[in-house]
């Protein structure tokens, strides 16, 4: 990993995967390899995005509509 942190690297993480798909013979065999890790990551960047703004509309007084 780039800063020493995240997971050991026999264990299995989207990055690493998506990593692995890159190569031009592998994403033509297999290009779910490179989709499916990609759409994981994109899901979870929107859960958090949604999640976020909600807690933010709750949470935050000025917001609050009387």
């Known amino acids: 990993s780039f ?4 997971v050991p690297p026999p264990a ?8 692995e798909a890159r190569d031009l013979s592998t994403l033509q065999s297999a290009p779910h390899a490179l989709i499916f890790p990609g759409i994981a ?8 995005n949604f999640i976020g703004d ?6 935050d ?3 609050r509509r009387r």
């Open 41 to 48: 990551i994109a899901l979870t960047v929107l859960a958090f």
């Open 3 to 6: 800063l020493g942190l995240g």
């Open 61 to 63: 007084p000025r917001q």
């Open 54 to 59: 909600g807690l933010r509309e709750y949470l």
């Open 12 to 19: 299995p993480s989207w990055g690493v995967m998506i990593e």
